[in-house]
């Protein structure tokens, strides 16, 4: 089992970066080509996600994303420190109507919940993730 741990700090500018090597490690590890753009698009959607949480609850811990490649599966688990209820609970501002950033977390969620069949998010006083798994297949070996 191949792991790779990316670090950056909660600025938009890194999710591009982070994007560029979960492409890249996926298809080392042997992701289908036609489902990297939705790894893309995922692992974008799941770091902005904790950029945001990070910079609305002013952490200044960095966003972790951890690549694992094992044996017929690719997984990437995206988390942060922001601390919150489990997704999913709606609960009211403080003029009664439902937080706004609560309806973008959803709908975050809700994107990458599209993309990806296998995901799983936790959420705690001290953080949350997001882990999303895609099927690999072996690398094809030719013989001379």
Do not use: Y
């Not at 970066?17 to 590890?29: F, G, H």
């Not at 972790?64 to 995206?78: A, C, H, M, N, P």
């Not at 069949?117 to 999303?132: C, K």
Request: hydrophobic letters at 45%.
């Amino acid at each position: 089992m191949a792991t790779v741990e990316l670090r950056f700090s909660a600025l938009p500018e890194h999710v591009r970066t982070a994007r560029l090597v979960a492409a890249a490690v996926a298809r080392r590890a042997g992701v289908d080509e036609a489902v990297l753009d939705e790894v893309r698009l995922a692992v974008g959607e799941a770091c902005t996600r904790a950029v945001g949480l990070h910079q609305s609850n002013s952490i200044l811990a960095p966003v972790w994303v951890t690549l694992i490649e094992e044996e017929k599966q690719f997984s990437i688990e995206v988390g942060d420190e922001a601390p919150r209820s489990v997704p999913g609970d709606k609960a009211p501002g403080a003029d009664g109507d439902v937080d706004v950033d609560a309806e973008e977390d959803e709908m975050g969620l809700a994107v990458i919940s599209g993309l990806v069949d296998d995901v799983e998010v936790t959420a705690g006083e001290n953080g949350g993730s997001i882990r999303m798994s895609w099927p690999t297949t072996p690398p094809v070996t030719l013989l001379p």
